[in-house]
Structures are given as structure tokens and as C-alpha cells.
């Protein structure tokens, strides 16, 4: 790969400097925010949303919340096992940077040192995107959409080859939806043991939870039921 990486006609390295090139004509400061999102700002991004997702289905509070909270556990660990997949193929593969073979890159970030496929960062913002995706599609197709920006970050910074970025895309997907069912099967029960306990029940359920859901609960309970009704049930 890195020989391909070598030739000039190779469509991956002319979409490098294609999109590392609009750093070139942006303005300095606007490169210091693209270095810091794409390095720092959109992880942070996907954690707030996997915790305003927790938030929102604690509050909701409906008689799924167990088994979205155990996705959303699987979440964090998708992408963390991601990762640690992403190590021997990148040893084995052993893809320079991008900057090391070609010059004229504009590279925001320094120091980068280790090899270039398959990308971290877009592996666990995939893994994580699509993690909430199992627990929830509308914040799902929030994640996917911030890993997608997270890749274009990464190339416009000068740091990894597009398909470094699609490498990690694929492996995120891969390994957060296969591991799924296994993942899902062993914290459910999980979760629904915290659920039930006096301590934990508010990491899963909001004291209030959802009326419509407790009076679900509620042997005999009725939409729409009389007063006088209630009380010859009573």
C-alpha cells in the first residue's frame, strides 16, 4: 500500500491534496479550529451525544429503556475494541503517513510518528456512531454524521490518506454491528438487574419515568377509564 501511496496517479493521494489543499487558501485561524476539532472536539462531541442520548432515554423512561441503555454501554466498548483490532492491522500493514512520502502537504498537527492505516479516529467515532445507532437512529444519524466529519478532518489536516479514513469507517461498522448481538445479549440482563435495584434503577429509569408507561404497569389501569369504573375495579 505504501508503494501505491508512491505514485502520482493514484487517486487516493490526488484526493489528499485535494481536500489538504483547501487548508492551504483558509485562513490561519480557521486551521487552528479544524486542528482542534478533528483532534480533540468531535470525540468530546460523540461522548456528549452518547450522554445526552443516556439522558433522553432515562427520562423517557419507556419499557425499552433497559435494553437501549445496555446499547449504549456497548457504545464506548464498540469503540474500544475497535482500537484494539486497528493494532496489528496497523503493524502489518505498516503505511507511512501521508507527509513522510509526499511533500507540499499543509500537516496542522506535529509529532504524528506512528503509521497511517487504518485510522483511529475514525474508527471509534464510526464504532461509536453506530453504537448509538443500535440504542437510538435519530442520535445514530447524529454519530455517523460527526465520524464522517471527523474523516474529512483527519485528511484535511494532512495526517492520514483517505482511504485510512474509509479503512476506519469500516472496521467502527464492522466490529460495533457484529459484536452487537453477543454485546446486547450479555448486558441486557445487565442492565435490568440494575434496573430493578434500588441504587442503580435512576442510571436506567428517571424516578418519574413515563406515565404512560407506569400506568401501563398498573393491573386493571385503562386509557380513558370513568371514576365510577375505577372504583368497581377497586
Given at each position: 500500500?505504501?508503494?501505491?501511496?508512491e505514485s502520482g496517479s493514484n487517486p487516493d493521494v490526488d484526493l489528499l491534496y485535494d481536500i489538504n489543499g483547501l487548508a492551504k487558501d483558509a485562513p490561519h485561524w480557521f486551521d487552528r479550529v479544524m486542528e482542534?476539532?478533528?483532534?480533540?472536539?468531535?470525540?468530546?462531541?460523540?461522548?456528549?451525544?452518547?450522554?445526552?442520548?443516556?439522558?433522553?432515554?432515562?427520562r423517557r423512561g419507556d419499557e425499552n429503556a433497559a435494553s437501549s441503555v445496555a446499547a449504549l454501554v456497548w457504545t464506548p466498548l464498540a469503540a474500544g475494541i475497535a482500537v484494539l483490532v486497528n493494532v496489528?492491522?496497523?503493524?502489518?500493514?505498516?503505511?507511512?503517513?501521508?507527509?513522510?512520502?509526499?511533500?507540499?502537504?499543509?500537516?496542522?498537527?506535529?509529532?504524528?510518528?506512528?503509521?497511517s492505516f487504518v485510522s483511529d479516529h475514525a474508527t471509534?467515532?464510526?464504532?461509536?456512531?453506530?453504537?448509538?445507532?443500535?440504542?437510538?437512529?435519530?442520535?445514530?444519524?447524529?454519530?455517523?454524521?460527526l465520524a464522517l466529519l471527523e474523516g474529512f478532518c483527519r485528511v484535511y489536516m494532512g495526517v492520514h490518506y483517505p482511504t485510512d479514513v474509509v479503512g476506519g469507517f469500516a472496521l467502527g461498522t464492522a466490529v460495533a454491528l457484529l459484536l452487537s448481538p453477543l454485546a446486547m445479549l450479555m448486558l441486557t440482563p445487565v442492565i435490568k438487574a440494575v434496573e430493578g435495584s434500588r441504587r442503580g434503577s435512576w442510571l436506567v429509569r428517571a424516578r418519574g419515568g413515563d406515565p404512560a408507561g407506569q400506568e401501563a404497569l398498573i393491573p386493571?389501569?385503562?386509557?380513558?377509564?370513568?371514576?365510577?369504573?375505577?372504583?368497581?375495579?377497586?
Open positions: 500500500m505504501a508503494g501505491l501511496a482542534f476539532v478533528g483532534e480533540y472536539g468531535l470525540l468530546l462531541a460523540m461522548v456528549l451525544l452518547v450522554l445526552w442520548c443516556w439522558w433522553t432515554v432515562r496489528p492491522i496497523r503493524g502489518f500493514v505498516a503505511r507511512p503517513r501521508p507527509f513522510v512520502d509526499h511533500r507540499g502537504l499543509d500537516v496542522l498537527v506535529s509529532g504524528k510518528t506512528d503509521f471509534i467515532t464510526m464504532a461509536m456512531g453506530v453504537g448509538l445507532f443500535v440504542a437510538n437512529r435519530k442520535f445514530g444519524l447524529l454519530g455517523i454524521g386493571g389501569a385503562r386509557t380513558g377509564a370513568s371514576a365510577e369504573e375505577r372504583d368497581l375495579a377497586a
